[in-house]
């Protein structure tokens, strides 16, 4: 099992550029999400999924998109980049009752 | 979900037993005490949870108080790849999605 892997692991992007960040896993895990951490802080959820074809927002939704039409993939879109947006990003699954799996993150920039 | 109360920082040999302490006197009777840990710069990584009986597995030991009011993980042979941030949390364990909150801590540094 390589469990959640996440891709890429470092992106440095221009105000405005759109872009996607990629999570995968092969646990079959119904629910997956998506957090950003940003430096000294704790985790904020953006949006999860619990299962194929629902998702929900979290506390951070603004500027971001998500789908889920597999198990196992739950990309993350970023619209347009802003520099507010420059932090740690890491997805995660979780199975009932909600052992979470993270992924080892991806840390991007917006210039 | 109870609040819990973690010392900031702790110091441990290498080689030798880490003990990390959680209280959690509001615990209800239907949270479990989950452990998390925080490696620098990587993801969350679950070690373990329990509700009130001790739990053992290949990374800790979870020893939980017979009033439930505190708990201690316990890292047998800490090396220096365990030094990391470690997270106790308390949470109903049910079918729904929740988001996971991280308090402060115990910072905790394994030394040669």
């Known amino acids: 099992n390589a469990g959640v892997t996440q891709t890429p692991k470092f992106q440095v992007l221009k105000t405005g550029q759109s872009m996607t960040l990629q999570c995968a896993q092969d646990?079959?895990?119904?629910?997956m999400s998506w957090y950003r951490q940003d430096p000294g802080m704790g985790l904020r959820l953006i949006h999860y999924s619990v299962g194929a074809g629902i998702t929900d927002q979290g506390e951070v939704p603004n500027g971001y998109n998500v789908s889920r039409s597999t198990t196992e993939d739950f990309p993350l879109r970023l619209l347009s980049a802003a520099p507010s947006q420059t932090s740690v990003y890491f997805c995660a699954s979780s199975t009932p009752p909600d052992t979470q799996y993270f992924g080892p993150g991806t840390r991007l920039t917006v210039l | 979900d109870a609040k819990t109360t973690q010392p900031t920082s702790m110091d441990c040999a290498e080689g030798r037993a880490a003990n990390l302490p959680c209280n959690h006197s509001?615990?209800?009777?239907?949270?479990?005490v989950y452990w998390y840990r925080q490696i620098h710069s990587q993801g969350p990584q679950y070690i373990i949870h329990?509700?009130?009986n001790n739990e053992t597995n290949e990374m800790a030991s979870l020893i939980i108080t017979e009033d439930r009011k505190s708990s201690t993980l316990i890292l047998p042979h800490a090396t220096l790849r365990d030094t990391a941030v470690y997270y106790c949390?308390?949470?109903?364990?049910?079918?729904?999605?929740?988001?996971?909150?991280f308090g402060t801590g115990t910072r905790l540094l394994v030394s040669p």
């Open positions: 949390i308390v949470r109903v364990a049910n079918t729904g999605f929740q988001k996971l909150v």
């Open positions: 646990m079959n895990h119904e629910y």
């Open positions: 509001t615990i209800s009777g239907n949270e479990y």
């Open positions: 329990g509700l009130k």
